[in-house]
């Protein structure tokens, strides 16, 4: 590693200098504390008396190779301040620790697992094209084990369990709370001191490593949340860690994070090489498909809060730090969790973005949430919440997420927030993911919303599985596997998502009705279609493609009938999906029929008529028809042959 880089903010690959590393010598210990007084190291190798390390003249960087020190053994580290005092310490940049309330660091040695997921890796993409479906997952509360005190299964254990789940439910992705060893489980362990370490709860590095290596074996890819924000307070972390605010800001004012946590100071070069080596580690080292950077928002505004200002350093973090790992890892996927409405979140750096590849589309969750809590009686008003959605649709790469966050500290489950009774949510929650899966945007979707859970999300108890024993509940299971499947092999549903060519409202003022409808696939030959008739955007859309689907809503309380539907173009609907079959708890026991499509010669137009049950979402494959060519007449001038 070259020093000066590490001093001002271009490292990606600390890791692999600082923290502890076996070689025949032993174990060598590299720590930063450039304003102690001294630094010691301990451990199970030494009957834990200290030692003192050698610093490296004037670099701040303190070592010590140690003989006996072997993986697996405990450490940490004594900084002795120039104040006269000294605490405990776990290493910054150890690759392990021990199980909370514990804190020492764990010498390990992460060459020991091998990898055999090169055809993924060769294969992976950002997956703009491709479909992507994430299921958010918190370990430890997914499903928990009956024969550990704490009630976790390992990283090994879990794989056998989560890979047949997320295949047999059509998923494409996992997304892992954060993994990084954090003190409190109460913080879902988004406040660390680990950031390098994988926590102890679930096992070893070795077993993630194997948890992730069988995902990408299933042909599953693996994400994780990724906390460049903030730290932990605790004394034997970050906080103060040489004597000095090396990793925090100096004032109190912006200092502490909105959780109480201490806020990272981005403008210090050491501090960008450590954030950004942690970024790049686990896609590194650990073969992660990418990363979902929390609380962006407090990096691009002072604290989150748009009236404080841009946090210029912070930005410029984000763009170096972005910018470098999709140069090392362009496979990869960067996340934005990001609340705010700050411009080019998703474009390059060089384009004048923040490089990151997508984002959440948290104003998207918000609207829709709040239309399906509102009665069918106030939707009328409120139709346009749904529709504002494609006003701004492709000024990002979205994602569309129902996250942890919308499931917890009394906001209900996603079933829950559904109006009226017991009965009458589950036709909503039907319409809303038939409504979301078919939406431009990626999906994201947490643990529980699949099976229609009732109860919010506690870290400390594993889902409601039972409740699969309720007709409504297994009906709705059913319902969501069947979404996921349809979504994943319907080509016109994932490609084009960041293309408005690809899009077409077919009923965009029902309010009267609450009916909604929209026309999603792939052009051919676009151009010069355009080009013959620019001014006639509807000629894009006649014209055969591999896959096009129409989808159709009544978010009313009372049923449309005989509802006219225009087509820009002769396609007959053929039924894929209702929400309302009896076989996922409707009323509907017919199967749909297939829409043939009339000309209005009056209006010009093609058109479809259906019926559409209350609370509904249609989903229909748009088969293009050639029209039938006028006959023409025998000429009467024609002369007879002689």
């Known amino acids: 590693m070259n020093l000066h880089d590490f001093y001002i903010g271009r490292t990606f690959d600390a890791y692999n200098y ?52 072997r993986p697996g053994q405990l450490y940490k580290y004594v900084i002795h301040s120039k104040e006269g005092w000294k605490c405990e310490h776990c290493d910054p940049y150890g690759f392990s620790m021990e ?26 993409s950002v997956s703009f094209d491709r479909p992507v479906n994430i299921y958010e997952v918190h370990l430890g509360s997914w499903k928990t084990n009956p024969d550990d005190e704490n ?16 295949k047999e439910c059509g998923y494409t992705h996992i997304e892992l709370m954060p993994l990084s060893e954090h003190p409190s489980d109460e913080s879902w362990g988004y406040q660390n001191t680990g950031f390098f370490s994988p926590t102890s709860r679930y096992g070893t590095p070795e077993q993630l490593m194997r948890l992730i ?21 605790d004394y034997y972390g970050l906080a103060k860690f040489d004597g000095s605010f090396l990793y925090e800001f100096p004032h109190d004012d912006v200092g502490y994070s909105e959780w109480g946590s201490k806020n990272f100071i981005h403008s210090r070069g050491e501090v960008a090489s450590f954030l950004q080596s942690a970024a790049a580690y686990w896609l590194d080292r650990y073969h992660f498909d990418g990363l979902r950077m929390d609380a962006v928002s407090r990096l691009i505004y002072w604290q989150g809060d748009e009236n404080r200002g841009e946090n210029e350093r912070a930005i410029d973090f984000l763009k170096g730090m972005n910018s470098g790992l999709k140069k090392r890892f362009p496979s990869c996927m960067l996340i934005a969790e ?60 979205y994602i569309l997420s129902f996250s942890h966050d919308e499931v917890v500290h009394g906001k209900a489950t996603i079933l829950q927030k559904m109006w009226g009774d017991y009965e009458g949510k589950f036709p909503q929650a039907r319409a809303l993911y038939l409504y979301m899966m078919t939406h431009p945007g990626k999906k994201l979707n947490f643990m529980g919303n699949e099976i229609g859970q009732l109860r919010e999300w506690d870290e400390k108890r594993e889902q409601d599985w039972f409740i699969l024993r309720y007709p409504n509940h297994d009906a709705f299971f059913h319902y969501m596997k069947n979404l996921d499947e349809v979504y994943d092999t319907h080509r016109s549903l994932w490609d084009g998502d960041y293309d408005p060519r690809k899009f077409l409202w077919l009923e965009v003022h029902g309010e009267e009705k609450c009916v909604y409808a929209y026309l999603r696939g ?3 030959n676009r151009d010069a279609v355009v080009a013959a008739n620019p001014e006639d955007e ?24 005989d509802y006219t539907l225009r087509l820009p173009a002769p396609m007959r609907l053929v039924p894929l999906l209702s929400s309302d079959s009896d076989i996922y708890g409707g009323s509907t026991t017919d199967a749909l029929p297939v829409l ?25 494959s748009a088969e293009w028809i050639a029209p039938e060519k006028p006959k023409k007449s025998p000429s009467k001038n024609k002369k007879k042959k002689r």
Request: proline fraction near 6%.
């Open 18 to 69: 600082f923290g502890a590393h076996a070689s025949p010598d032993g174990v060598t210990f590299r720590v930063y504390a450039p304003n102690a007084e001294k630094v010691t190291v301990y451990g199970d190798f030494n009957d834990w008396q200290e030692e003192e390390m050698g610093l490296q003249e004037t670099s701040g960087v303190w070592e010590k190779t140690i003989s006996s020190a």
């Open 99 to 124: 199980l909370r309330p514990g804190f020492a660091s764990r010498i390990a040695d992460l060459d020991r697992y091998r990898f055999s997921d090169e055809g993924w890796i060769k294969n992976r």
């Open 151 to 166: 009630g976790w299964y390992n990283y090994e254990e879990i794989a056998e369990k989560l890979i047949p789940y997320v």
């Open 213 to 233: 290596d069988l995902c990408h074996q299933a042909g599953i890819g693996v994400l994780m949340d990724f906390v460049p924000v903030h730290f932990a307070l």
């Open 338 to 397: 990001d609340s705010t409405a700050y411009p080019k979140v998703t474009a390059p750096v060089e384009n004048g973005g923040l490089g990151f590849d997508y984002k959440w589309d948290l104003g998207w969750m918000n609207d829709t949430l709040d239309y399906f809590k509102s009665a069918p009686w106030e939707r009328h008003d409120r139709y346009h919440k749904l529709t504002f959605s494609m006003m701004y649709c492709y000024q990002e790469h």
């Open 522 to 524: 792939g052009l051919v």
């Open 538 to 561: 509807k000629l894009m859309w006649r014209s055969p493609v591999a896959d096009r689907t129409v989808s159709v809503f009544n978010f009313s309380d009372v049923p449309v009938k």
């Open 596 to 620: 043939e499509p009339q000309y209005d010669s009056k209006e010009k137009t093609w058109k479809v008529t259906l019926d559409i049950p209350p609370f509904t979402g249609l989903l229909y």
